[in-house]
């Protein structure tokens, strides 16, 4: 066997890589660990990680939907979405006099 073939082997091609990620994003996946910091068998700190990976289908399908209630990430949340961003922004550019240069140049 050549040190060509075994290249080819070892590398996973891009269909295989989408059928695994599509696989996991169906499904979902847990990866879960702790780390510990001990000093003369005293702890520390402990931190538990616990990450899950799915579509957002899946995670509505189990439950998880706290996306939607996050004015950062969706426009239905309370506070009026990109309209009150808006809001906010002409009110700073307001306050920082450039309102005034924005109407020049839109007159332009």
Known sequence: MSSRDLASRSQPSPA??????????DKGIVIAGD???????IELLTVKL???IASADKAREMGIDWWE???FLSRRAEGGGK????????????AAGLDDEKADEDAT
Not at 16 to 25: G, M, N, S, T
Not at 35 to 41: T, Y
């Open 50 to 52: 616990r990450l899950l």
């Open 69 to 71: 209630g996050d004015a």
């Open 16 to 25: 295989q890589l989408a059928d695994v990620l599509e696989r996991v994003l």
């Open 83 to 94: 309209g009150a961003l808006e809001q906010r922004l002409r009110r700073l550019e307001s």
């Open 35 to 41: 780390i510990k910091i001990n000093l003369l068998d």
